[in-house]
């Protein structure tokens, strides 16, 4: 009988080892999930932009992204959007390619404005990046999220810089794009079509990766025109962009961590796998 008892006994004993690790388990997978969805939530405000009195501004709200748009030059101060890891890689939706004036956004483009002109109608948010909605795809054609852009400046590294945002995205689970043209005095005197459309002489893109730790951001410029060289030769700081244009990106955000992310253009921690 004694043996009995004890092989009774070891039985229990495997059946409670089990139910304690079963727990364990569990918990440890809610932990994870908690920290995973704590490192995905979005941070109240990131992607609102300051921009100085002294700039003409009016914000609209598209499906996706935001434009700040300038009334005065015609073209945005900037664009800025989340760009999450899904929407880089979706493909649902067909570039829609209806570029269009929208009548809500004083001081718009008109398709005539672009027309024989020289320049591509480039987009600061891209089609690209689009893929994921119907209506997104078709806001992102508005001539409120356009500038006058050189064609070998559009199809060429600018295009590639897209794509590399698109994989920063993917491995970065999501990321804060900006983008905008920086325009001069003298490009104010550059325009284009009966509504005066400003050419501006270079345009820059601002990446946040917001869910990596440190957050880390970096920034580019280049100029209107046929680009040399790779990303490299034109990776600047988040805080050229701002001297540059007179905005402030990322103001919610603590003043040390904003400090430091914006100060840096350094491409290696960028190129991370």
């Known amino acids: 009988m004694a043996k009995k008892k004890k092989h009774k006994r070891s039985i229990w004993k495997w059946l409670l080892l089990i139910v304690i690790s079963i727990f364990v388990a569990e918990a440890v997978n809610s932990i994870a999930g908690d920290k995973q969805q704590a490192n995905h939530m979005k941070i109240e405000g990131i992607e609102n932009v300051i921009v100085p009195e002294s700039v003409a501004n009016s914000t609209h709200y598209y499906t996706g992204f935001t434009v700040y748009f300038n009334p005065r030059t015609h ?144 920034a580019f410029i280049y100029p209107n025109k046929k680009a040399k060289g790779g990303l490299d030769k034109h990776v600047v700081s988040v805080d050229d962009v701002e001297k540059a244009t007179g905005l402030d990106f990322f103001s919610v955000l603590p003043d040390d961590i904003e400090d430091a992310a914006e100060a840096v253009s350094d491409l290696n921690q960028w190129n991370i796998r």
């Not at 600061?124 to 078709?138: E, F, L, R, Y």
């Not at 054609?141 to 070998?152: E, H, I, R």
């Not at 601002?206 to 869910?211: D, W």
Request: with cysteine; glycine share 6%.
């Open 75 to 218: 073209i945005p101060n900037c664009t800025v959007y989340e760009l999450t890891a899904h929407e880089a890689v979706a493909n649902d939706v067909p570039r829609d390619n209806n570029f269009h004036h929208d009548e809500d956004v004083k001081g718009c483009p008109t398709l005539d404005d672009y027309r024989f002109s020289g320049f591509d109608r480039g987009h600061m948010v891209p089609a690209g990046d689009m893929k994921w909605d119907t209506q997104a795809m078709s806001d992102c054609f508005s001539l409120a999220n356009m500038v006058p852009q050189k064609k070998a400046l559009n199809s060429g590294a600018w295009n590639k810089l897209e794509q590399k945002v698109r994989s920063w995205a993917v491995r970065d689970s999501a990321i804060i794009v900006i983008t905008g043209p920086i325009v001069t005095e003298h490009d104010t005197r550059n325009t284009i079509g009966e509504s005066g459309v400003v050419v501006p002489s270079s345009i820059y893109k601002v990446v946040l990766a917001h869910h990596t730790s440190p957050i880390r951001a970096i």
